[in-house]
């Protein structure tokens, strides 16, 4: 347990360190509890990156702090080295920079505006418990095995009907190597709610040692066998409160979809040609068309 705690405040520290995690802008008075070159480290933003780790007992909390102020000590001499060595009027930098701090914004708009959402009902709990059975009672902790191969798109057609007509993957994977077909091959054990929705729809289908074919990203195909899978069914009970912060998620999104609608209904964004979407480009398209046959014929 101390082991794994440690690495865990580990991984906090880089994350401190990785994500840039500035000092708060802000007027309210807090005790200095460092001091790196004349810039403060105030105990708000200590308690602010102390927060990300969650729930913690005193003997944790206080050795995360300890921690996570020598981790901010160490964000603050490096960013004061990059700014030394002329990297903050770098392009790519300001433009991160400025895109990190937009970024803290939206998430600030979004935490304050959307943070108030209604619990469901045990009515809607219960409805989503037995629309999702493959999540919950028919539950599966699935063991895969994935192919990613690169394959010309003139030879997809014949790969997929080397694997419909293979006797087992094991032949398949001798005939890719035979071929010349350049890959990776991984085996993972996850449990269902660990596997993206439209995945997971497909696998509890699937019978153990059923093979799949995937589109893959341009010049790859993905190959996937259930290799076996164990039912691990969960209860209502069991599943309530997950249920419930899902539920909540799914309704802040759509407030937050909703709310950015109407922020782009009332922003003027005007796209440089050639960069607006099809969506737009379809309408500036039936815009122009209609504004031309409204134009009155010349005398």
């Not at 790519?92 to 803290?104: D, F, K, S, T, Y």
Request: with cysteine; charged share 25%; proline share 4%.
């Amino acid at each position: 347990m101390k082991s794994h705690y440690a690495t865990f405040i580990a991984l906090t520290t880089l994350v401190v360190l990785l994500s840039g995690c500035e000092k708060p802008a802000s007027s309210t008075k807090s005790e200095t509890v460092a001091t790196v070159a004349g810039d403060k480290i105030s105990e708000v933003e200590l308690n602010l990156a102390l927060s990300r780790l969650g729930e913690l007992s005193e003997a944790q909390s206080a050795e995360a702090k300890s921690k996570l102020l020598q981790a901010l000590i160490d964000q603050r001499l490096i960013a004061e080295a990059a700014k030394k060595a002329g990297l903050d009027k770098e392009p790519a930098v300001e433009i991160g920079m400025a895109h990190a701090g937009r970024q803290v914004l939206a998430e600030a708009y979004a935490e304050r505006t959307f943070k108030d959402v209604a619990k469901p009902t045990e009515t809607e709990i219960t409805e989503y418990f037995n629309l999702h059975p493959e999540l919950f009672s028919e539950r599966r902790i699935y063991r895969i095995q994935e192919l990613d191969l690169t394959v010309d798109p003139s030879r997809l057609a014949e790969v997929e009907s080397k694997l419909k007509s293979s006797h087992s993957i094991g032949d398949f994977i001798n005939w890719v190597k035979e071929q010349g077909i350049e890959g990776k091959s991984a085996v993972a054990v996850k449990p269902a709610e660990q596997i993206p929705a439209a995945l997971l729809a497909r696998l509890s289908q699937m019978k153990d040692g059923e093979v799949a074919l995937l589109p893959g990203r341009p010049g790859h195909v993905v190959i996937q066998q259930l290799l076996d899978s164990q039912m691990q069914p969960v209860s209502l009970e069991q599943a309530h409160g997950a249920i419930e912060r899902a539920l909540i998620t799914q309704k802040r999104k759509e407030l937050m979809e909703a709310d950015l609608q109407k922020l782009r209904e009332a922003a003027k964004i005007e796209y440089t040609s050639g960069y607006a979407p099809p969506a737009e480009v379809q309408a500036a398209d039936e815009k122009a068309g209609s504004d031309k046959a409204n134009e009155k014929p010349a005398n």
